[in-house]
């Protein structure tokens, strides 16, 4: 079992991974000092394969316990969805000294978390990550939020789990377009971080996507790593280094939103990403050389024909409402060499659709 440790204005976030060590979790609770009133919100098609294994992991408990089930898809990060938790959370009298265990994918880490940080004015939270996705970007970092009106995680808050226990024996359930869905946050890692580790997703993008066990825990644990390394440095966003996560999710945020959502999350960011290429080296950041070379890694990886459909004018009226925006001016994060991200780069509207119709050519859309 590998263990990392991330320390922030919250306190500490202590990470685990390992296989099949589910057994280990109530353990790890109390080393926690986690409180002993548990909801679990678990997202029903973790359920539906993995609801004895859960039970089981708690089947010597004799505290406080109760848990909901979450319905699976982008649309359930809603009020709707939030109240139905904080709902349960009240009507079982669960008060402050409570831990709220999210067990599931990005959808369930991000719902769950916003009800544990709003409830109460925040009570514990732990992480149990069951897709590629989550295991190396969103059950780390202290984000959590829910979309409004067709726009992505524009509610939510910063709160950090005490715990977050990635147990890779949850993959084995994953379809194959989970794995793929997760290639584009690893291309970014790849991007944001060493020649090293891109040189090694590069190699390895394949058997990652063929779910070989190996290849996997060295990706979450290297991703796992670099987003601790930023998130410790600027865990609001308020220096501007945390920004470098977000390259290619201006884009990707803008797709998800055009598309009402039908498309995954990381297939999106898969695509936002080689728009982000392709616009650095329209704004001579990146060069033709270098372009080709980070080009090498997403061209291994699958984006959906409905990509295609994606409409200029839509996509850049979605990109106005991005957070990440600042005077009424789209702000992008773009990238000059591996480990080299810029931020804040103001782009006309010309280049954002220049960067789009390149990307559909890219993947031959």
């Not at 377009?177 to 090293?196: C, D, H, P, R, V």
């Amino acid at each position: 079992m590998k263990k990392i440790r991330i320390k922030t204005h919250q306190g500490f976030s202590a990470v685990t991974i390992g296989n099949s060590y589910i057994d280990q979790l109530f353990t790890l609770l109390e080393k926690n000092n986690l409180h002993h009133s548990l909801f679990l919100v678990i997202d029903e098609n973790v359920a539906h394969y993995h609801l004895g294994v859960i039970q089981s992991a708690f089947s010597q408990y004799k505290g406080k316990i109760s848990y909901t089930l979450l319905s699976s898809g982008e649309r359930v990060k809603s009020y709707t969805e939030l109240i139905k938790i904080h709902e349960r959370l009240t009507n079982y009298n669960f008060g402050r000294e409570s831990t709220l265990i999210a067990i599931g994918g990005g959808v369930t880490g991000d719902t769950a978390g916003y009800a544990a940080a709003a409830y109460l004015r925040g009570i514990q939270l732990v992480h149990i990550p069951t897709t590629l996705l989550a295991m190396i970007d969103s059950a780390i970092g202290g984000k959590t939020g829910i979309n409004f009106k067709g726009r992505k995680n524009v509610i939510g808050a910063f709160h950090q789990p005490r715990l977050v226990f990635v147990d890779t024996m949850f993959l084995s359930s994953l379809p194959q377009t989970e794995f793929n869905s997760a290639l584009g946050e690893l291309t970014k890692y790849g991007l944001i971080s060493n020649q090293e580790f891109h040189h090694y997703l590069t190699e390895n993008i394949e058997k990652i996507n063929s779910s070989e066990n190996r290849s996997i825990e060295k990706a979450i644990i290297e991703s796992i790593k670099i987003k601790a390394g930023v998130v410790e440095q600027d865990e609001f966003e308020q220096r501007g280094l945390r920004k470098i996560l977000n390259l290619g999710h201006t884009f990707a945020h803008a797709f998800e939103s055009n598309l009402g959502f039908r498309i995954k999350h990381g297939e999106a960011v898969t695509a936002g990403i080689v728009c982000a290429l392709f616009l650095s080296h329209k704004l001579g950041l990146l060069t033709s050389t270098k372009l080709e070379k980070l080009l090498s890694l997403p061209k291994k990886i699958n984006v959906p024909r409905k990509i295609k459909s994606v409409e200029d004018g839509k996509i850049i009226k979605a990109m106005y409402s991005d957070k990440k925006n600042r005077e009424d001016k789209i702000m992008f994060v773009l990238i000059s060499d591996i480990g080299k991200i810029v931020v804040d780069v103001p782009v006309e509207k010309q280049n954002i659709i220049f960067a789009i119709n390149k990307m559909k050519e890219f993947f031959a859309l």
